[in-house]
Each structure stands twice: as C-alpha cells, then as structure tokens.
C-alpha cells in the first residue's frame, strides 16, 4: 500500500463507519464488510444493504480503484438508495461512479465497476457473478419521465435489466431496460443495448447490435 493509499483509508474512515452502523446490526458492522471512500457523496442512505451470510472486512469497496486516465483525487462518487441493493459476495465500485437505487439492485461476487460509472435503477438490475464493468458506462432500466397516451395508460414502463455470469461491458457501453447479456458475453465498447441476446462466448457490438463473433473467451 502506497502512503497515498493509505492515507486515503484513513480518511474514510468516518464514512465507512457511518454507513456499516447504518445498514447493518452491530455485530456485522463491527467487521466493516463495506469500505467506502471519503470522496463518496452518501446522498440517500435509505432502504437496504443485503449482505451474504458470511462476510470478510472491506469486501465491498465504494469509490476507490484507480483509472489512469481519470483524476481520483477528483473523482466524486454518489450513493444515493432507497431501495435494496444485494451484494452477493467481494465487489468493487470504483472512483467517480453513481448508484441510484429505487428498486433492486443485486451484484454478483467479484462484481468490478472500474470507475466513472452510472446504475440508475427504478424496478430491477441483476449482474451476475465476474462482472467487469469498464469506465464511462450507463446501466439504466427506467426513462425516469413516464410517456402515456391520450387516455392516460402508460406507453413506457420500466424493465429489468439482467447480466450473466462473467460478462465484460466495454467502456462508453449504455445497457437500457430490457437488455438481457448472457453468460460468457463481452459487450464492445461503445454498444447501445436495449434487447435480450441468448448464447454464450460471443462478442455483442454495432448499430444496432448483433453479434459480431462467437467462440470467444475472456480474461481478467
């Protein structure tokens, strides 16, 4: 640990605190299972924080992480809950990203979102275990503002969106409501998805996506 990164922990102290007393019973809090960032902006610490069974000090990271290209001592993250969030097991949320929680939000073990990312979920976001979620990506399941017709029936209701299990969202990616990625699946940078892929071991690219080539595998 560098003295920077250490002294970074130490700041971070007074959140991690606050937000381990808040969520969980004392005997869990104690352990610290979440380190959060004093550069994390705790805006809505409402609803719930689910944890598994067993749980290890500082599984679960909020705003740390380091994007070379991105100014960490800058880079400002926000929490803002009020409904549940699921960690199911280790997992990352790097610097400068955004969780806005309505519905539910559930990460797989080993979920990383690396930094400068958005999860804004009204109804239900699922990301499966191994996900790697690279910088500057937007995973939204709702269009915040409703559209209805002239007899006032919704024309735009909210959808799930689910990841599987070990699937990379390249950088700059935007994943709307009813996008289903599955197993094994890399999303090319830059992709628009709104729709459910079946398969597995395929790269998911282009406008409008398709798939661009199957039989592949990934590596951390």
């Known amino acids: 640990?560098?003295?920077?990164?250490?002294?970074?922990?130490?700041?971070?102290?007074?959140?991690?605190?606050?937000?381990?007393?808040?969520y969980f019973p004392l005997k869990t809090a104690v352990k610290l299972p979440v380190f959060v960032s004093h550069r994390t902006c705790l805006r809505e610490l409402h609803g719930r924080v689910v944890l598994p069974a067993s749980v290890q000090p500082a599984m679960v990271k909020i705003g740390f992480g380091d994007v070379g290209h991105y100014d960490r001592k800058r880079s400002r993250t926000i929490w803002q809950v009020s409904g549940t969030v699921t960690f199911r097991g280790v997992a990352g949320i790097g610097h400068g990203s955004k969780i806005?929680?309505?519905?539910?939000?559930?990460?797989?073990?080993?979920?990383?979102?690396?930094?400068?990312?958005?999860?804004?979920?009204?109804?239900?976001?699922?990301?499966?275990?191994?996900?790697?979620?690279?910088?500057?990506?937007?995973?939204?399941?709702?269009?915040?503002?409703?559209?209805?017709?002239?007899?006032?029936?919704?024309?735009?209701?909210?959808?799930?969106?689910?990841?599987?299990?070990?699937?990379?969202i390249g950088c700059k990616s935007v994943l709307l409501k009813g996008a289903i990625v599955p197993d094994n699946t890399v999303v090319a940078a830059g992709t628009w998805l709104r729709t459910a892929f079946t398969g597995a071991h395929q790269i998911i690219g282009g406008d409008p996506p398709t798939v661009l080539k199957e039989n592949v595998q990934w590596g951390h």
């Open 1 to 22: 640990m560098t003295a920077f990164d250490f002294f970074n922990v130490l700041l971070s102290i007074p959140k991690t605190l606050r937000f381990n007393l808040h």
């Open 100 to 168: 806005s929680v309505r519905g539910h939000v559930e990460f797989g073990d080993h979920f990383n979102m690396t930094a400068e990312s958005t999860v804004v979920c009204a109804k239900e976001i699922i990301f499966g275990n191994d996900c790697l979620i690279a910088w500057g990506v937007l995973v939204m399941d709702t269009d915040e503002h409703p559209i209805l017709d002239m007899e006032g029936n919704r024309l735009n209701p909210d959808k799930p969106i689910v990841l599987g299990t070990h699937v990379w």
